[in-house]
T-cell receptor
Framework: DQQVKQNSPSLSVQEGRISILNCDYT??????FLWYKKYPAEGPTFLIS?????DKNEDGRFTVFLNKSAKHLSLHIVPSQPGDSAVYFC???????????FGKGTLLTVNP | GAVVSQHPSRVICKSGTSVKIECRSL??????MFWYRQFPKQSLMLMAT?????????EQGVEKDKFLINHASLTLSTLTVTSAHPEDSSFYIC??????????????FGSGTRLTVV
């Protein structure tokens, strides 16, 4: 049973436009959510996170929104740049062991 | 910022041999490190949680005798794939959690190791 779901395997946007990446989760115990960016054959790079006590966190061009009632979070990138092209993973953790559960990722392609 | 160094980045080994992968936190102490495995176009699957000075905690379905984890210091964890077989070929990634907890630094990942067993 997949506890973190990224239902869109890929997304293509034009440079300068907004990219919206979505993530759903099923485990009510999750209380901390993270977004990572990953290139092939490299480790994930941390982008932004949000605690369940918040519904929005912003860092430069990246904003994460959390809707706890819907068990849904999204990552907004604006404006999108070609260098943003990568696979984006949503991850969640909860409880005392700090384990991360990852979604399958969304491949973002930003076209010049 | 927090940096995790993982070595080697690539390794090719013969079937039946063992391979050791190192994960080091360079500028912070990590009480807890995690080992993941990623198959092509798949998610990162947690294999085990490595705790300094104690036994690792393995996820369901992961053979602890095959994937030996040692976390002997606050800056080093190793994963040894014993008696490797072609089906063990994969991308292995470690991450380290600073002793201060997840809130302030998030989880820092190594650059990964591509293991190919021939």
């Amino acid at each position: 049973d997949q506890q973190v779901k990224q239902n869109s395997p890929s997304l293509s946007v034009q440079e300068g436009r907004i990219s919206i990446l979505n993530c759903d989760y099923t485990n009510s115990m999750f209380d901390y959510f993270l977004w990572y960016k990953k290139y092939p054959a490299e480790g994930p790079t941390f982008l932004i996170s949000i605690s369940s006590i918040k519904d929005k966190n912003e860092d430069g061009r990246f904003t994460v929104f959390l809707n706890k009632s819907a068990k849904h979070l999204s990552l907004h990138i604006v404006p999108s740049q070609p260098g943003d092209s990568a696979v984006y993973f949503c991850a969640a953790s909860g409880g005392s062991n700090y384990k991360l559960t990852f979604g399958k990722g969304t491949l973002l392609t930003v076209n010049p | 910022g927090a940096v995790v160094s993982q070595h080697p980045s690539r390794v090719i080994c013969k079937s039946g041999t063992s391979v050791k992968i190192e994960c080091r936190s360079l500028d912070f102490q990590a009480t807890t490190m995690f080992w993941y495995r990623q198959f092509p176009k798949q998610s990162l699957m947690l294999m085990a949680t490595s705790n300094e000075g104690s036994k690792a905690t393995y996820e369901q379905g992961v053979e602890k005798d095959k994937f030996l984890i040692n976390h002997a210091s606050l800056t080093l964890s190793t994963l040894t794939v014993t008696s490797a077989h072609p089906e063990d070929s994969s991308f292995y990634i470690c991450s380290a959690l600073p002793s201060g907890g997840r809130k302030y630094y998030g989880y820092t990942f190594g650059s990964g190791t591509r293991l190919t067993v021939v």
